[in-house]
């Protein structure tokens, strides 16, 4: 655990109205165990390093945990209601209750064990504002990746999709500053059995 790193993920955050906005958007929905995850949050921070703007991001990645309703229907429900809030965004929700099954695992628990599962350790991040209005956040492999501009894959994701994936995105382009690695830290195989939940008022 980093306080430091903590203290300025949320500080980011708290400066950024646009992303305020969007986190009140989703956690009017009230939906279980529910955060905006993946480029949200990666590409942010990764625009902060580099003294960049933000860009246009390809999509919102909202992720939520309901057995109850498992179906892409619902999904599809929920991504309706937030385009009427602000159609400008391109949605997506994916209910993590059922992506095991696409991976081949046994049922997760939460989100924060179905985003340790995502490809980079970067990338599995994700936060949430609660009705306090204080930030909340998921990080299975904590801040260090991705504020040290480190992309590694996550200890069970495979190695060759993960290195198809780097290929497609083109990241360095885009941030040159990264270092990209093409193989496992072993390190992270310790963690995947601690749940990180940070709350900064």
Known sequence: ???QLENK?????????WMIEVLKTVRDLKL???????????????????????????DID????????????????IETKLRKVNPNLNWSVKNQSRVNIRNGHKQYTDCNEAIS??????????????????IE????????????LLVIPTPKFDLTIYNERIKKKKWKEK????????????MYNSLLGLVFIWIIT
Not at 9 to 17: A, G, T, V
Not at 62 to 77: A, E, G, M, R
Not at 137 to 148: G, K, R, S, T
């Open 137 to 148: 956040y998921i990080a299975p492999y904590d801040l260090e990746d991705l504020f040290n």
């Open 117 to 134: 599962f995502w490809p980079e350790t970067a990338t599995a991040i994700a936060v949430r504002l609660n009705f306090e209005n204080q």
């Open 32 to 58: 279980n165990d529910c955060w905006i995850g993946a480029g949200f949050i990666r590409n942010k921070i990764w625009d902060e390093k580099h003294g960049k703007d933000r860009p246009q991001l390809n």
């Open 9 to 17: 993920l949320i500080e980011i955050i708290k400066s950024d109205m």
């Open 1 to 3: 655990m980093n306080l």
């Open 175 to 186: 941030w040159n500053k990264l270092e990209i690695k093409t193989g496992y830290n072993t």
């Open 62 to 77: 909202v992720i939520h945990f309901d057995k109850s309703n498992p179906t892409k229907k619902y999904d599809f429900q």
